[in-house]
């Protein structure tokens, strides 16, 4: 190769005129990862103000217990299906069924295990119908095939994002619904319950299922090129094609990972409660994952996304939630309350509105 | 009457203008010249509006201005049509023109949009640019030349006393630069003053009553086109004898290099073609062989290439490479054998605005290895490094979006990113549209360097001249059809013969 001769032989550059550098804090404030940071430090300091036991955390029986704790939990299977949502919306597509995915993969759970008592040797034990690894992955692959319909929808059919999802969102719960029969479907197998409230290592195992989705994403995107197609795609998908990336097959798998999430997410929450809610399950669960994905600095618009800011928006989510409740807001202005947080938090953000809060700040200074 | 003093304009790190001045009188064709990157976009951003100037005066008529916004400005009298057509393509014809200051009728309280007399307005200020098409149809319906010319019309249709044209011409034809001058001599005679960018040097010396150059983000030089010749034109602009030194560099490599090889051709078409896109056709491609399709717009060259290279799926004939027939259903597959295409737009089909330099250059490579393993940053920031260095693209460094590169560094950042492939066969769709007389140079040897090395190449140009300086053999389109091919040495009158009359061929 001739790559070393040639670029010796290029004339130096000259040096660029370097402008006066700026601060190292004005340098840290363009990190796109320092403004949901604050916003969740700002969160959990109104908690702790009002709820002095927030920072107590606790070893007992062998597990890790506190408010904080609590609250990494809970917001373990937004933050899943946040992850999820945020490869779609990179690729400037939406998907709105995950809350209706996250039903039918907990119903799918709940009949296959079902769970019968059973009289063996004297001692009662619970017998599912089906071995639990079975179960999992038949909601698993449910979810995903969910997921795989709409980016067949989007990506073949060339439908809106939005309205493909949506008719996954009003078929889907109704699919969950059939699956229930409109009713709640009590789970009786205490190894099913392990996703929702186990431990491990003294560490909730919903958590660790969050944790894990998180860094299994991140090393797949650093060691593939999936993050850079995600990304033309999202930014100019008819540039990506004449480049010669395969767009309509990565968006279809984008989606269907996406619905792989919400499923993972599904199985947690249902275990969580012993029990599948064809109705409620997962119901306005696909606001709060484009909220947390917002949050966390991922643009609607596609293009550069961000998987740890969507991680630390679910915990915004979560702790505004706990919050909430903690300070015992009474329910009926709970999404009021919620809601002014959110406009809040997404003034903070905006860098548009931060300059014309500084051009109002210094208007009449001197110059 | 526009008068700009002293003005600088810095981005963060780059200074884009230094002490920058350009005098506009009334009843003048101002042009405004200067290489890819001089400074040229940034100073009609900052008349219309676009951009704040970091230091410098502007007056009109005598009186400061600072545009604070396009609207702005387009309300003290300065319009505007930008390079790239800017109208909404999902409204009709007369809708781009009115928009944002609709006429109404009815009462105060019930104002509704007078489409009649929009209607009938958008017909009497196409008529002035001789242009006949129903004000009525979708604008996205239209070539890319009447759009312009739409633009163009929509710039006209606010009472401008200033009228910036930021490259009209680079996708219109000969008659339609013709009407265009005419519709700008009338103008001109009515007291507007009107700047004009252009890359063509025959057209500034067609229209314009002044020139001023920009080299480098700097002022060089206020001329008159009687005392400033094409040769001291192209010098001030690049600084040097580069460019025509570097012309008659290819014309030299032209006339040294063998005839290409007679093996088996690299690409081969037999009645190759599809439906309402370029009828069947027969095309060889050889190894080192440079082919240039010649005709005009609409002629049916990029729909070929776009079917060579899978974009379209043909529906008669076959594409075989290296003998093989192949049936392409991707583009994907297109590169896996070898395949590289540089589209004609650019910002639509070519770059990725919000990624950087390198990984546009980077994308087609990694898309061809698919997405294992990834190209690792060091490795991607080499690459790119050894491009930016080998084709001359003016960039910050490879981490800078690559929208913020100028039109010509952004076209060497495409080939760059198909280079990077080492492709066999490389398909160029108007590769030096809209970039300065140096750069296009520069493309052109690097054209002629590939094919020396092998490469084979389809040049798709308007620009007859330069089809005929760099092919091998010339194909000519026309109506869809391939009208006929030649051999080198052709004249310009024979492909002009081929382009336009049936009976001449």
């Not at chain 2, 405004?32 to 970091?54: D, F, H």
């Not at chain 2, 393509?89 to 007399?117: M, S, Y």
């Not at chain 2, 693209?393 to 076209?411: E, F, T, W």
Request: glycine share 8%; charged share 15%.
């Amino acid at each position: 190769m001739t790559t070393a001769h040639e670029m010796n032989a290029s004339p130096p550059r000259p040096a660029p005129q370097l402008p006066p550098r700026d601060s190292r804090w004005v340098r840290a404030g363009r990190h796109p990862l320092v403004w949901p940071l604050v916003t969740l430090a700002l969160i959990l300091a109104v908690n702790a103000s009002l709820n002095p036991g927030l920072w107590h955390l606790e070893w007992r029986d062998g597990h890790l217990y506190g408010s904080l704790v609590d609250i990494v939990n809970r917001a373990a299977p937004l933050a899943i299906v946040a992850l999820g949502l945020t490869l779609v919306i990179a690729t400037r597509g939406i998907d709105i069924s995950v809350g209706a995915v996250v039903a039918i993969s907990g119903a799918v759970a709940a009949l296959m295990i079902g769970g019968d008592l059973k009289i063996v040797d004297g001692q009662a034990v619970h017998i599912s119908h089906w071995p639990l690894s079975v179960a999992l992955l038949a909601a698993l692959v449910a979810a995903a095939a969910c997921g795989a319909w709409n980016g067949l929808l989007v990506a073949r059919a060339g439908l809106q994002p939005i309205i493909a999802t949506l008719i996954m969102m009003l078929a889907g719960r109704g699919a969950a619904q059939l699956l229930t029969g409109g009713q709640i479907i009590t789970i009786y197998y205490p190894p099913y319950f392990v996703i929702g409230n186990g431990f491990f290592l003294g560490v909730p195992v919903a958590a660790l299922v969050a944790l894990a989705v998180w860094l299994g994403m991140t090393l797949l995107l650093d060691r593939s090129a999936l993050g850079l197609f995600i990304q033309a795609i999202g930014i100019n998908p008819r540039a990506a094609r004449v480049a010669g990336v395969r767009a309509r097959t990565i968006t279809i798998c984008v989606y269907a990972f996406c619905g792989l999430c919400a499923g993972v997410a599904g199985l947690i929450v249902s275990s969580n409660v012993k029990s599948a809610d064809g109705n409620n399950a997962g119901v306005l669960m696909e606001l709060d994952a484009i909220l947390a994905v917002t949050v966390g600095g991922t643009l609607l618009t596609g293009g550069r996304f961000t998987l740890a800011g969507t991680v630390i928006g679910a915990l915004i989510i979560q702790t505004l939630t706990s919050t909430i409740y903690a300070i015992g807001v009474p329910p009926e202005i709970n999404l009021v309350v919620k809601a002014v947080v959110v406009f809040a938090v997404m003034l903070l953000q905006s860098p548009e509105f931060r300059r014309q809060v500084r051009a109002l700040a210094f208007r009449g200074a001197p110059r | 009457m526009l008068n700009a003093q002293a003005i600088s304009k810095r981005f963060g790190a780059v200074t884009v203008l230094d002490d920058v001045r350009l005098h506009l009188r009334a009843g003048e064709v101002h042009a405004l010249m200067g290489q890819n990157g001089a400074g040229k976009s940034t100073l009609i951003k900052i008349l219309t509006g676009v951009y704040p100037v970091t230091a410098g005066t502007l007056t009109l008529d005598g009186a400061p201005i600072a545009p604070a916004s396009p609207l702005d400005s387009q309300k003290l009298g300065i319009s505007t049509v930008y390079q790239e057509v800017n109208l909404c393509p999902n409204l009709t014809v007369a809708e781009n023109i009115f928009a944002g200051r609709f006429p109404r009728r009815g009462w105060a309280g019930l104002k509704a949009i007078d489409g009649p007399r929009m209607v009938r307005e958008t017909r009497a200020l196409l008529t002035r640019l001789n242009l006949d098409i129903d004000p009525t149809r979708t604008l996205g319906t239209l070539p890319v030349a009447v759009q312009q010319l739409v633009a163009i019309a929509r710039a006209l249709s606010v009472d401008a006393k200033v009228l910036i044209l930021d490259e009209p011409t680079s996708s219109l034809d000969d008659s339609e630069v013709e009407s265009l001058f005419a519709v700008l001599r009338g103008l001109r005679s009515s007291g507007l003053a009107v700047l004009f960018v252009t890359h063509f040097l025959d057209q500034v010396y067609a229209i314009s009553d002044r020139i001023t150059v920009l080299r480098n983000g700097r002022f060089v030089g206020e001329w008159t086109p009687a005392q400033l010749p094409a040769p001291a034109l192209v010098a001030a602009m690049v600084g040097r004898d580069v460019a025509l030194a570097s012309a008659q560099a290819v014309d030299a490599q032209v006339a040294a290099r063998p005839a290409a090889a007679t093996a088996t051709p690299r690409l081969s078409l037999r009645h190759f073609g599809a439906e309402r896109r370029v009828h069947p056709l027969d095309l060889d491609l050889r190894d080192g062989e440079v082919v240039g399709v010649a005709g005009l717009l609409g002629s049916g060259r990029t729909e070929l290439a776009r079917l060579m290279f899978g974009l379209d799926a043909a529906d008669s004939g076959t594409l075989a490479v290296q003998g093989q027939t192949v049936r392409f259903t991707h583009p994907a597959q297109a590169v896996r054998l070898g395949l590289a295409f540089c589209p004609e737009e650019r910002k639509s089909d070519g770059i990725v605005g919000e990624l950087s330099v390198r990984e546009n250059i980077v994308l087609a490579l990694q898309a061809r290895t698919g997405l294992w393993p990834c190209i690792r940053p060091a490795r991607q920031r080499e690459l790119a490094q050894k491009y930016i260095d080998l084709l001359g693209i003016r960039a910050a460094d490879s981490d800078m979006p690559i929208a913020l590169l100028s039109g010509g560094n952004q076209q060497k950042a495409l080939l760059a990113r198909w280079l990077a492939t080492a492709p066999r066969v490389l398909i160029l769709d108007e590769p030096t549209r809209g970039i300065d007389v140096a750069a296009k140079q520069e493309l052109m040897n690097e054209v002629m360097r590939l094919a020396r090395e092998g490469m084979s190449v389809l040049f798709i140009s308007s620009e007859i001249d330069e089809v005929l300086r760099i092919s091998d053999r010339i194909v000519v389109m026309r109506d869809r059809r391939k009208a006929g091919e030649l051999a080198r040495g052709a004249t310009e009158a024979e492909v002009m013969n081929l382009i336009c009359e049936p009976a001449a061929a």
